[in-house]
């Protein structure tokens, strides 16, 4: 059977609980990344995944941030954060052991201003994030790099490249940090599967009708090492949770992977 993956910025996981179980009924992926889940850990909403049949996996924060894995099968090992010695991190990394896969779901810094400190941050945020995949695994593992990454990483994924050339998500600078990350040994699954423009998986709720006038950003994505990108079998984004009653400003990206079992 095939290894269905998705991520998705939930924008508050306890107030988007209304769309969340539905989806998860309807779509059954075998793994859920969710970020911005705004929580912390001891007020998490896990029993209702779990009567969903998912094992929840969390590091959440008080009203900002935080980072969740759901799981049909259970997770053999989970890491909270970066272990480098560099400064505490927010609750944006939790990586995962799960069916032979080691997921690494990110929330990474959206950055603010290009004067901001926190774009700064986030430039270093994506530093640490390369010396982790250095220094903890190689590249012929079967690892997946998913979440809500802030960028877009070429002009066919943002509706407006050269008005908004320059932003925080969307500038030379902060390219050239996220490639760094995936020249590592990454390939961008939905890529290729979909290659040309037009699908994005933000939508600002300021934007009146943004998806039907196609005012979006492609800022998640599915990243897979090799071993596991020559599985994957196809790849989209899911614009009914975009549609539902009070959404998320994001939309679940999905990818689907054949025969597990081979990992």
Same mark, same amino acid.
């Given at each position: ?20 179980? !539905?989806?998860?009924? %309807?779509?059954? !992926? ?31 924060? %008080? ?11 259970? !997770? ?18 939790? *990586? ?14 959206? @950055? ?12 270093? /945020? ?15 593992? !079967? ?8 960028? #877009? ?13 320059? +932003? ?15 020249? /590592? @040994? ?27 006038? @196609?005012?979006? /950003?492609? *800022?998640? +994505?599915?990243? #897979? ?39």
């Amino acid at each position: 059977m095939p290894l269905l993956i998705a991520t998705f910025n939930v924008n508050s996981v306890r107030s988007r609980m209304p769309i969340l179980l !539905p989806w998860l009924e %309807k779509t059954s !992926p075998d793994i859920v990344c969710l970020q911005e889940t705004k929580v912390q850990d001891e007020e998490y909403p896990a029993a209702p995944f779990q009567e969903a049949g998912y094992h929840v996996t969390f590091k959440g924060q %008080k009203s900002y941030n935080g980072v969740a894995i759901l799981s049909k099968s259970e !997770p053999s090992s989970v890491i909270n954060g970066f272990d480098d010695g560099g400064p505490a991190d927010e609750a944006r990394l939790l *990586i995962a052991e799960i069916a032979g896969i080691t997921v690494v779901n990110t929330y990474v810094p959206q @950055g603010r201003d290009v004067e901001h400190e926190m774009y700064q941050y986030k430039l270093a /945020w994506f530093d640490r994030l390369r010396a982790l995949f250095e220094t903890q695994f190689t590249r012929d593992q !079967p690892i997946v790099w998913v979440g809500d990454i802030n960028v #877009a990483p070429t002009d066919i994924d943002i509706h407006d490249p050269k008005r908004l050339l320059g +932003h925080v998500c969307f500038n030379p600078q902060v390219t050239d940090a996220f490639h760094k990350v995936t020249d /590592w @040994g990454f390939v961008d699954v939905f890529r290729k599967h979909v290659p040309e423009g037009g699908h994005y998986t933000y939508y600002d709720y300021r934007a009146r009708n943004a998806i039907a006038n @196609g005012v979006g /950003w492609r *800022i998640d +994505h599915i990243q #897979a090492t090799k071993p596991l990108a020559d599985r994957s079998i196809n790849s989209w984004i899911d614009l009914e949770p975009r549609t539902a009653d009070k959404p998320s400003d994001h939309t679940p990206l999905m990818a689907a992977f054949a025969d597990s079992s081979a990992f």
